[in-house]
């Protein structure tokens, strides 16, 4: 999120040609976010062992130590990817988030692989886990398991090292603003005036970013937390079993663990609906230099064309892929987790992922307007916003988990109304801020009539074609039936612009061969 910032300050300062700014705005920014990181590291170490302790799950401290350095290199990448977005050159950041990933999955993986190997070789050579004595192998097992993610999760910290190293040699290459434009450019203002503004912008961005990074661990915690209230009621335990009859094995109930493994079935669905704010969230990083550049401008009408363009993209993916996972909740959840040891973990997680299909449209929609308030300079209004998300958040959660009719289904409805809220709040600011009134039938309508008569194909072919063949190939023929269906009718309602086109990779050649065959 702090990227933003950098982002909103570097591209506001290209639309009004002041090309020493740039610079200076680099000069001072770097120095402000690697103090940022430092401080933000230390806090992670030291909460790191008060945290562990709150959740009752000490066996993930090797883990926080681990991610801690992530937010220095965070804070460091967040420069570089900044400064390039603000000139509207997306590759750099595309292209670090890339190695980022690749260096998760390499490197996490070898780790984590290599880790597990030489612990379990040490305790069937010498029953000891780090030249510690173990109890019995149980306890030996939550030890090594503890190392081995910590292992997995050093290669997320690898990853975001060689992200930074990737951005800072191309700045060092290609990203210097060149002299011919600082010589036209009007003097820049003092180092003081500059750090203000990036203090301003930054701030809130960056607390709204901790606020809602705090606002995920509590709903994880209240998860457990207040599923583990559940089993000291004979009666309530009895009534949240009959709702999951037979899907919980015996020994998970014996062992107290019925509120852990809820929490993990849940964390099954929220894993992919996450994958959906991911793409939304490139929409409003490649939104804000744009809007920021005609909101400064004061050109209404590129404004308005702009806005409407992020927003139409967005209820394009949301729409589809929300309505998409509560129609196929279960063929998606048995597609992706196939293995039969988990068959019952699928099956409660997908009655949570019905319920957060509708949320996901909302999460991800607002990510992309919450951007455009920050290129309109309301970057608090974000802030406010998930401040108050978090107190319904978890005000609600607290209160419906623990009904065992609900439980963890309860933890998907707490986020459904609260970033119902947050959507719908950040809209209405935007609309007024900018004095512009998007096209809602365009926007909204259309994708909605298309989404849901293609979601509603899916589920139907699903079931019909899974009576002949496997339920894997018949989840992934139905997606595809849905897919094509989608676009039929986007393209019958007139719901797809060139415009929308032209956002694609390659989208010319998309355009032009759409134009020749129309």
Not at 280 to 296: D, R
Not at 305 to 311: A, D, F, G, R
Request: aromatic content about 10%; hydrophobic content about 50%; glycine content about 6%.
């Amino acid at each position: 999120m702090l990227v933003s910032a950098v982002s909103r300050m570097v591209s506001e300062s290209i639309a009004l040609k002041r090309y020493k700014d740039v610079k200076q705005i680099y000069k001072i920014a770097l120095p402000f976010f690697i103090i940022a990181g430092i401080v933000c590291f230390f806090l992670m170490i030291g909460a790191s062992s008060f945290y562990v302790k709150w959740i009752d799950s000490e066996d993930a401290l090797p883990a926080i130590i681990c991610l801690a350095p992530t937010i220095f290199f965070g804070c460091l990448v967040s420069v570089y990817r900044g400064y390039f977005e603000g000139h509207r050159n997306m590759m750099p950041t595309a292209v670090s988030e890339v190695i980022e990933a690749l260096s998760k999955l390499i490197i996490g993986l070898s780790m984590s692989y290599l880790t597990q190997l030489k612990l379990n070789g040490e305790y069937k050579l010498y029953g000891t886990v780090l030249g510690k004595s173990m109890e019995n192998a149980d306890k030996a097992d939550e030890v090594i398991v503890s190392y081995t993610v910590a292992a997995a999760i050093l290669g997320i910290t690898v990853g975001s090292l060689f992200s930074f190293l990737y951005v800072y040699i191309t700045y060092r290459r290609k990203g210097v603003v060149s002299k011919e434009l600082l010589r036209i450019s009007d003097e820049p203002q003092t180092n003081k005036e500059i750090f203000s503004t990036l203090v301003r912008t930054a701030l809130p961005i960056g607390l709204g970013a901790i606020i809602m990074s705090i606002a995920g661990s509590i709903d994880s915690s209240l998860i457990l937390i207040r599923g583990s209230d559940i089993p000291k009621d004979p009666e309530s335990m009895n009534r949240l079993l009959k709702v999951y009859d037979g899907l919980i094995y015996d020994n998970v109930i014996q062992n107290g663990n019925v509120h852990k493994c809820l929490s993990g079935c849940y964390s099954y669905s929220l894993t992919i609906m996450m994958l959906v704010t991911a793409i939304t969230q490139v929409f409003g990083t490649s939104a804000l230099p744009n809007v920021t550049a005609a909101f400064i401008k004061g050109d209404k009408s590129i404004l308005k064309q702009e806005i409407e363009t992020v927003l139409r993209v967005t209820t394009m993916v949301t729409l589809p892929c929300g309505l998409g996972m509560t129609f196929l909740a279960k063929p998606i959840l048995s597609l992706l987790y196939s293995s039969p040891n988990v068959a019952c973990e699928v099956e409660i997680g997908a009655k949570a992922l019905q319920v957060l299909g509708i949320t996901v449209i909302f999460t991800a929609t607002s990510t992309p307007i919450c951007s455009m308030l920050q290129a309109a300079k309301r970057q608090d209004v974000p802030l406010k916003l998930f401040l108050i998300c978090t107190a319904i958040n978890m005000i609600l959660n607290y209160t419906l988990i623990v009904i065992p009719e609900l439980n963890i289904i309860g933890a998907a409805i707490g986020t459904l109304v609260a970033y119902v809220f947050v959507c719908f709040a950040a809209l209405y600011v935007l609309c007024k801020e900018t004095k512009i009134i998007p096209n809602f039938n365009n926007i909204l309508l259309k994708p909605l009539i298309a989404s849901l008569i293609c979601s509603i194909s899916a589920y139907f072919s699903q079931k019909f074609i899974s009576m002949v063949i496997p339920n894997k190939i018949s989840t992934l023929i139905s997606i595809l039936i849905a897919v094509v269906i989608y676009v039929f009718f986007m393209f019958l309602l007139k719901g797809i612009t060139k415009n929308d086109i032209l956002l694609l990779p390659k989208g010319n050649k998309i355009a032009k061969t759409l134009e020749k065959y129309s």
